[in-house]
């Protein structure tokens, strides 16, 4: 089994994900997550907002910080009124390619189909499949079952160069879509929007039409004017939400990686025009520095910045954090978080809703008037700076992080296997998640050695102590005490506290480190405190 197969079944084994609706068969890009899951991404998106937002000291000026910053918070609807996603740019421009195939009914993400030249026999073809590792192989069979050659005769086949993708061919008739047995049974590329779409009120008709956010980003631009007055808050100040977002993905993949129901952690940072590369660079880098703060490898993490080309023209530097997820290829990574320098595109599209005439399509688009069709909000977005008096439209700042894909890399990256003495003390191989103690769901298991002897009435007593402190422990008293380890290891819990025969003369519990594997004696005394330095 491979490292990411483990890590599905550990998963699913102890909790941490099930796949939704799973006892009907479940439902393709949807995860639920479970009693460990639930711990875990919440510690993931506290820590973020405590380290981004609540513990952010905004009097003292933080390493690196061009000047001290005030950070706030929103918590905006899911729901928005329309023409934010047709000024956000989301309704006309937020689309993937897509083919059907007439045949299987299938259908496939455009820029996710490659295919090769094969002859047999002066009968050619495109055969194509999906993108990933297996495409070559895949291509290979198709072929075969396509031309009727045996497993034998398979050198027949010829194929004319390496695998390309499909967006490189304008005529689909010689396709062969890579589940179907003819021919030219792949539609032309379609536009497909992501957003989900929906209706509000009574109204099913097209005026009740609203879509579910594929971004929170856009509920702190529209507030911008809100925060500003009822806080008082002056440039540069941040503004940062977490919650669900939805795309309609076309094809979900890789677990969480790729899901169409998902959380965003997301910044806007809102900055003087004159300072915002400076932001942009403090930002990239302190983004950068919180995962591998929490423990994911410098060597699996990466900051790319991405090539002129690959910029929005509204940006002059976007960034992206990037993990080598172990479902990937070798050398490959995957976005955990973009970090982007959006100048003044977004207010100005919420206040005009016309911008740059050859690169914004909303001015194309006019009305019966002349004028441009989807206008903004009308309202005055720009800021007034009290002390200077200077009115500018501020820039913008983005990191934009998943909240889903931090927690998948920080269970990916926690995955380890090594050799741990077993109750008979021989080294076996256990499974371990090494999370940082501020990341594992649970900080604590209190077993008490035996069922008797009065040892589960002191670790009970641990138990409740400890959960009086808002500490997430467990108490477990069945088993042998080496399995009740390993069960704790799985479950990525640092520390655990064994009541035994001694803890009765002396009232001391033993410690055992999930990752050192040491043991130390506690007095019972100092557990909660012990604890809650540990894992802060
Ligand atoms: N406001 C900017 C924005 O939304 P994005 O790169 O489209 O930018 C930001 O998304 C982050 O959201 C990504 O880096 C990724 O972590 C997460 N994300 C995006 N689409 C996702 C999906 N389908 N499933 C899980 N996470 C996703």
Redesign the pocket.
Known sequence: MGSMEKLVSLCKRRGFLFQSSEIYGGLNGFWDYGPLGVELKRNVKDTWWRDMVNGHDDISCLEGAPSPYEMTGLDCTIIMHPQVWKCSGHYDLFHDFMVDCRQTKKRYRHDQLCGRWVTHRDKKAFVTSQEGDEADENIERQAMKFFKVRAKDKDSLEYDGKTVSLTTLDDFAEVLGPDAKELGTLTEPREFNLMFKTYVGAMAGEEGAAFLRP?T?QGIFVNFKNVCDSQRVRVPFGVAQVGK?F?N?IT?RNF?????E?E?M?IEFFCHPDRSHEWYKFWRDRRFKWYTDLGLASERLQLRDHHEDELSHYSTGTADIEYAFPFLNEGEFG????I?HRGDFDLRSHMEGKLDPNSNPLTLQLGEDGKPKYRGSGKDLTYRDDLTNEKFIPHVI?P???A??ATLAFLCEAYTEDEAPDDKGNMKTRTVMKFDPRLAPLKAAVLPLVKKEGMPEVAKDVYKALKAAGIAAFYDEKGAVGRRYRRQDEAGTPYCLTVDGDTLKDKTVTLRDRDSLEQIRLPIDDVVSEISKRVQ
């Not at 969480?256 to 169409?260: E, H, W």
């Not at 976005?335 to 973009?338: A, K, Q, V």
Request: proline fraction near 4%.
């Open positions: 971004e980003a977002s795309r993905e979900p969480t990686f790729r899901s169409r998902f965003q997301e976005e955990l978080e973009g982007a983005e934009s992080a998943g889903d894909r």
